[in-house]
Every structure is written in structure tokens, then in C-alpha cells.
């Protein structure tokens, strides 16, 4: 699902896009190491506000298009492995969690760092601490404003299972692992990185979450009053495909963490013999006079594979599972932008069904607003595309990594274990040669 | 006498000769081995012969570097310097067994041959004896009884104990009976390599006369002692002044037991563990199967990764049999403990009896003393009656003294031979065990160090395969 050559948009009133004045044309910085600047030379002509490409009016499909440019350049300067659409001016970091005890409740802050180049920034670098809750309110803030592109999961909110220890270091070490994907990947999203919501989250002091950014709140909701009733015609083929992908990849991935569990429950009651198998040995070794020391080797031998098999372990659970379950979630995000997108074209599809007859009726002409509906599911439908893209490229990425480490720790395993029984071997052997002179002897 | 090595390949009617190496060195031991190709000068070489028809018929030996080999471990070889014995064959026999009803059994073949050539100068055909295991536990029950002082070696377990779940505890399993014919070879080589053993002519009858052996060995009317002993052994007795060497040995006896067998449960269970995980990783295999099938740039590293995960989960199977050959050497050395334990206890009883007939000698000497004086020192019924009935006549008298005399005379020769027996007994018991001990600290070091060769091989597999794994994510 490449992006070949660029459609024109087929609603009224738009150029087509080789007519338009190419954003990036006034730069000669196209290759230039910061590429902020001509990010901000397309984008420097409009409201501050209006940046994140909401679909309003005229800056709507110059961001896709600009998009759309930009996918086009980088095509020409790396392949696969760089994500074209990234920015690299904007870096954020989470970690440094620390535990907050207060009288009506306890909690955990972690320090979000920023630095960057953008001029929507008043200073190069930032630093706050934000708790979860804030994660989630940038979450929905962006989902509400930017309905038509695919916002990245947050680590799980409720912790159902009663067993885990909210303030546990392994659950926290996870937690703050998976919100720094988050904002990263927001960081890293060509328009989701404009959104005011975003710089809100890493600059202000104090969130005050109550005050919106009433401006905003009122563009994302024009997309979100999709009425229902709506019944969608045909679906575009791609998007079908689309949700079957994500149907069946959901449901590969659900099998994967399940078998992942159960190799960790195996592996622990293997720890329990194991355990128990290396004190026979040293009992053992407690009767015999010639036999103690390799029978005490041994022993030390097994407590040493162990060990290793326990690191293998805890690696499958801490950094295995919780990717895992992050791409579910991450899967269902997109299965609810597909859904918008279904939505939106019921709605286009239905008002024209209704201005169409009216027009045979009584000969009024279609409304603006239906022309208006048709440009909304048209920049749906490309921004989602192009999310898509990044997606896929990501998600190939991430499990590329992901595997390749599961791969590292097991081979990182029998690597403990051979050394340890080398090592032994040579004690043992030498122990025999050493035997045999004296008994020649 | 010179020593040689026979090399040749067994088919299943005859065997090939490849060639007769004689060489020179001294203490050479060498063992039965039919191979395809060997180095000498210091190569350390482990064969393992997979292929399941030649399995059958082709034992695994070690060779090392001064040459010797399963037999190098095996002492001063007696017997085995004559002749060559290895157990090549198993076979399932039926017939109708004492009330009529038929029989499955599986038979063993014993194969003998001389090592020096015959009064011609040729090398005489080669000696082949079926026999069951019953008729092995036979040999071993008179040899126990013949020589009660030697630590006896051990049969094969009779049935498949400490299995792990996957292999059969079926006595006509294969594998078992595989492992049972090697059992079998190893007990023949051990006694055959014996200072004492060696010499015994039902062990040579058995080895080389088919028909008729056992009679001979009933004959010889162990059966007898072998039941009043084994009710003897069962008895609870006290010893008044017991051997401290021996109680020594045998509380390590017990010991040694304890921990042989709880180390084959604990391997056991660890068997069973391992064994899961590394099934369960199967589904992987499967999974990535089916992702792959949607996937369209990362589907084929996914595909070729799941085969080798697939691979990876099936070589625990191997990896776990090739394991019971660790596990059956600590199976023999959990019925060495037995057998040791035996000798002391033999001891014990020897004593007991001694202290027996010394007590038995004390009394009668006594009674004797008392009827030549007159004087009664102990209470005796006797004494009572001659009280009240008044003194019996002096015919009578005479006649007790005697027999007391013949009595107390035999009486002393019975303590002497005892004592003889018990000393004796004592003596070679002692040197017997510091054999056996010497054997066993031998033999369990180089269980143990194969038992790592094994891990080692493992540890290797897995690497292997996890980063064939790896290359095909990295391709991903």
C-alpha cells in the first residue's frame, strides 16, 4: 500500500496538487539536517492553532498534501527503514519514577523531558512530571482532535488482577516503559506532534486539564457528530482488507501471549526441580570423600543454569508480554478509526443520497455541506492511509525487534549454561588425569 | 598371552573380520568393539551407533587414550584376557510355561570367543549362548551365596522404574530391552573381570554351555542356602560387638542408596519439566505459520523461523533418551548400595552366629564344671530335681559328662570354625570394598563428566538453534 503518484483530491474547489504551490518549494532546505524549518515555512502562514491539520476548510489538505509531498521526497532518499514522515526535531523522554504519598491518595509521577528545535516551543528543553492520568488526558484530547488518525495505546489503566502490586518496581519499570513508546510515537507522528494538546502536556507547569482548548474542542467535534443512522454502502476494498488484517493479526497476537504464558508457567515449575535436583547433588557430596568435589560442581553447575533460566524468565515477562499486549490495544485503536472513517462515509453517502433526490424533486441544488462531508471522508480516507503505512512500517519494526530479542535471551541462556558446564567439564577432567598419574604412580 | 584388538562388523549371520591388531603395551585392557574405523594414539572417541538394526547389535563403548576401555574399567581382567564376551542380541521367544499358559519372553545372546588362537594357530569360532534374564538372576543368587563377601554387581532393574512419562515402563519396549542387553553385557564384564569371580566354573558353564547349565547349578544345592540365608539377612539380631569398619560401610551403604535414588526421582521429574517446555515452544512454530499467511514482508522470515522452533521442540526427545544411558549408570551403582549393604549384613550374621556358639560354649563348659564338682553356681532344673528327688545315679552321671565333654569339644570347634569364618569372611569383604569403592569413585566420575559432555551438547542445540531463529527475524 505505497503511496504512488498523488490523486487530486476530486472536490470542488481544490487544485490539483501538481498545480499547488509546492510548501516546500520556497526552502531550499529540502535536505537540510533540520528539517523543522520547512515544516514551518508551509505551515508558518496559518494559525498557530489550526496546525495539527484538523479537517477545517483550506488547511486540511495541505497538510495531507504536504504529507503526501513529503512521502514523496524522502522516497527518493532512503528506503525502507526510515519512517519518511519522521521529524527528529522533537525528542521526549520518560522516566525517573517516583512514588507520591498524599493524605487521600498515593501515586507514581514520572519526569517527561523534551528537548527540541520547533518555534511552536518557547525553550529548547523542558522537564515535568506527569502521572498517569495526564498520559490519559493527552490520550483522549488527541483522539477527540484528531479523530481521523491513529493515536497510539496506553499501557492498561486498571490493574484487574489483584495480585499485582500497583507500586511494584517490575510494574512500574513496565508501565513507564510503555508511556514512553506512547509519547515517542506521538512525538514522532508527522501531524499528531502539532497538536497544542501535546506541547500543553510537555511544557505547562500545571496541567489544568478542566480548561480545554475550546477552539479545538469545537473542530474535532464537527467529525465526531457523525449521527448515526447512517448505513454505509460499500466499504473501499482497502479498508476491508484493512479490518480483516487487524481482526486476524489481533487474534494471532492474543495466541502468542497466551503461549508466551505458558511457557513461563513450564519454565517455572522446571525452576522448582531444577532446585531441587541441585541439593541431592550437594547432600550427596556431604558422604563421599573423592566423589565431594565433583559431586559439589555439579550442583553448583545446576544452581548456576537456574539462575539462568530465571533471567530468561523474568526477560519474557517484563519486556516479551507487555509489547504484546500493547499492540492489542494499539490494534483496537485502529479498528476504532476504521469505524469513524465507516461512519463518516455513511454520513456522505447518506446526505447525498437525500440532496440528490431533493434536487430531482424540486430542483435545489446540492448543499455545500454535502461537498463539505465529501472532502471530510477524503481526507479520512488519506490520512488513514498513511497512518496505515506508518503503522505497518512500525509494527514490522517493533516485532522485528521484539523476536529477534526473544531470540538473544534464549540464546543468552545456553550460553550461561554451556559456560557453567565447561567449566565444570575441566575441573572434572582434570580432577581424572590427575587421579590416574597418581594411581600409575 | 598377548592382547589384541578385533575389529569387525556383525551382520546379522556372521561377522566380518576386518583385522587383528595386536599391540604392545602392557596393561592394556581392551574391550569387545565392532567398528568401522578407529584412531589410536590418544584419540578419545565415544560411538554411538544409531541406526536401530545395528543398534541391535553393536554395544556402545568408550575407548581412551592408554587403550582401555568399558573393560579398562573393569580391574585386573581375568577371564576377560582369555576370551571376548559381549551380549549382542535380543530376541522375543514364546512358549508354554509351567501351568500351560503362553509365554512371552525376550532371550539374550551371549557371545564368547577365545582370544588365543587353538593348538592350529587359528582363531576358533566364536561361542553363542541365549539365555533370559531369569537365568542371569540365577547366576547372580549363586554367586552371591558362593561368595558372600565379594560386592556382588548388580543385574539391570528387573522392571522400568523411574520412568519420566514419555518412555514406556513395558518390559518389551524396545528401548528397554535395548538398554537391558547393555545392562546385561556390563554385569557379564564385570564378573568376568574379577579376581575371584572370574574363576568360578558355573559362571564359565554359563557362558559357554546352553543345555543343561542349570541343572548344574542346582546341583551345587545353593537354593538351599540361598533361602536360609535370605531369612537370616531378614532377621532383626544384635550384634554385641559389631565390626566398626563394616557398620561404617554399611551406614554409607544406606547413604549411597538414599541419594541414588532420590537423585533419579528428582532427574525424573526434571526430565518431565524440560520436556514440557520445550514442547509448548511448538506452538510457536504453529502460530508463525498462520501470521505469516497475512503478513506479506515479514512472512517468510516468520515462516523459516517457526521451522526452526518447530526442530527446536522436537530434539528434546533425543536429547532425554540419550540421557537415561546417565541415568542407568546411577541405577547400577543404587543396587551396588544394595549389594554392599548385603556384604556387611553377611558379617553381621556371621558374627551373630560366632557369638552364638561362643555363648553356647560358655553355657555348656558350665554345665560341665557343675556336674564335675558338684557344685551348683547357677540355677538349673537339674539341680532343683536332685534336691527334691534326691542325686541320680552315678552311671547316669558319667554318661552326662561324657556327652558334656563330645558336646563342649564340639562346641569349641564350632567357635574356631566360626571364628575362622567370620575373620575370613571380614578380611576379604575389606579388600573386596576398597575395590569397589575405587570402582565406583571411577566409574560415577566419569558418569558425571559425560553427564556434562550431554549438557554441554545441549546448550549447543540450543544455540544453534535460536540463532537460526534469529537470522530468519533479523530477515523479517
Known sequence: MSVGAPRGLASSGQKLITEMLHPLSAAEEQLSPWPDVTISVGVEKQEPGLTNGTPVEMSNPASTLQLIDRLQLDDELEADTQDPSETHDLFVTVD?????????????????????????????????????????????????????????????????????????????ETRMKALDKFLKRVADHPVLSFNPHLNAFLTAKDLNKRQGLALLTKVGESVKHVTGGYKLRARPSEFCAMGEYLDTFSQKLGTLDRIAQRILKEQSEYLTELREYSSVYSS??????????????????????????EDLSDSTSQDFLPVLREYVLYIESMKNVLRKRDQ????????????????????????????????????????????????????????????TGMADKNINYYEKCQAAWESLLTVLQDKQTEDKTSETN | MHFGLLISIKFPQNILELTHVPLPFSNLKFINIFLFFIGFSGIHTVMRIKSAHIKQQLSRCVIREDGGGRTGRFGGSRLLRRMEICVSEAEKRSCRNAVSMLETFTVYLIETRPLEPTADGRNSSP?????????????RNYLIISYPYIVMPPLPEKRAEFVWHKL????????????????????????????????????????????????????????????????????????????????????????????????????????????????????????????????KEMG????????????????????????????????EYLFYAEALRAVCRKHELTQFELEMASQDLISKKQQREELATGIVRTFSFKGITNKIFGQEAPEQREARLNLLEELTSEGEEAVKEKTAECDEHAERAVTDILQFKEQKDKDLQEALISYALMQISMCKKGIQVWSNARECFLKM
Open chain 1, 344 to 403: 463518516s462515509q455513511a454520513e456522505y453517502e447518506g446526505r447525498l443520497e437525500a440532496a440528490v433526490l431533493r434536487k430531482q424533486e424540486d430542483r435545489t441544488p446540492i448543499p455545500v455541506e454535502v461537498e463539505k462531508c465529501q472532502d471530510k471522508v477524503e481526507c479520512f480516507n488519506a490520512d488513514l492511509k498513511a497512518d496505515w503505512e506508518r503503522w505497518q512500517r512500525n509494527k514490522r519494526q517493533d516485532f522485528k525487534q521484539l523476536l
Open chain 1, 284 to 309: 550427596w557430596a556431604g558422604s563421599e570423600e573423592q566423589l565431594q568435589r565433583p559431586l559439589e560442581g555439579v550442583a553448583g553447575c545446576v544452581t548456576t543454569c537456574c539462575g539462568a533460566m
Open chain 2, 127 to 139: 561361542d553363542s549362548v541365549w539365555r533370559r534374564y531369569s537365568e542371569f538372576e540365577l547366576l
Open chain 1, 96 to 172: 525517573d519514577p517516583k512514588k507520591h504519598v498524599l493524605t487521600m491518595e498515593t501515586y507514581i509521577t514520572y519526569r517527561v523531558s523534551t528537548k527540541t528545535t520547533r518555534i511552536e516551543f518557547d525553550l529548547p528543553e523542558y522537564c515535568v512530571r506527569r502521572r498517569y492520568q495526564d498520559f490519559d488526558w493527552l490520550r483522549t484530547k488527541l483522539e477527540d482532535s484528531q479523530p481521523t488518525h491513529l493515536i497510539p495505546p496506553l499501557p492498561e489503566k486498571f490493574v484487574m488482577k489483584g495480585v499485582v502490586d500497583r507500586f511494584s518496581e517490575e510494574f512500574v
Open chain 2, 300 to 331: 517468510d522470515g516468520l515462516q523459516s523461523a517457526g521451522h526452526h522452533i518447530d526442530a527446536y521442540a522436537a530434539s528434546i526427545d533425543d536429547i532425554l533418551e540419550e540421557e537415561e544411558h546417565y541415568a542407568d549408570q546411577l541405577k
Open chain 2, 168 to 295: 514406556s515402563a513395558d518390559n518389551m519396549d524396545p528401548d528397554f530391552v535395548e538398554r537391558r542387553r547393555v545392562g546385561l553385557e556390563n554385569f557379564l564384564l564385570r564378573v568376568a573381570s574379577h579376581s575371584v569371580l572370574s574363576n568360578d566354573k558355573i559362571l564359565h558353564h554359563f557362558l559357554t554351555k546352553e543345555q543343561g547349565w542349570k541343572d548344574l547349578v542346582h546341583e551345587t544345592g545353593f537354593q538351599a542356602k540361598a533361602d536360609s540365608r535370605l531369612r537370616a539377612l531378614n532377621a532383626i539380631f544384635r550384634v554385641r560387638s559389631p565390626n566398626k569398619h563394616l557398620m561404617e560401610v554399611k551406614h554409607y551403604s544406606d547413604e549411597l542408596q538414599s541419594y541414588t535414588s532420590q537423585l533419579l526421582r528428582a532427574r525424573t521429574r526434571v526430565a518431565d519439566r524440560l520436556y514440557a517446555v520445550y514442547k509448548v515452544h511448538g506452538n510457536y512454530g504453529r502460530i508463525f505459520s498462520e501470521w505469516s499467511v497475512i503478513e
